[in-house]
C-alpha cells in the first residue's frame, strides 16, 4: 500500500528520521530494529531508504499486548 500526501504525491519510501516517526519510534529504537533484522531498509546510495509497505508489514507483526505484562 501506498501513501498518497495532501499534495497529491504519492510516497513508496522514506527516509530513516520519516519512517521512526510513522511508526512512532525514536531513530535509534528503528537502528534496533534494523540490528535485529525486523525491518530491513534499501539503499539509495549511503542514505537508507524504507518501503512504506515495509513499515505497514512491521506493524502487523508486533505483538498486541506489552510483552512484560501478562496477557488476559
Known sequence: MTTVT???QTVVAVDHVTAAAALGLSPSRLRHHVRL????????????????????????????????LPSA
Do not use: M, R
Open 6 to 8: 495532501a499534495t497529491g
Open 37 to 68: 533484522g525486523d525491518i530491513t531498509p534499501h539503499f539509495s546510495g549511503s542514505k537508507p531508504l524504507y518501503l512504506v509497505t515495509d513499515l505497514e508489514c512491521f506493524i502487523e507483526q508486533l505483538p498486541t499486548h506489552p510483552e512484560h
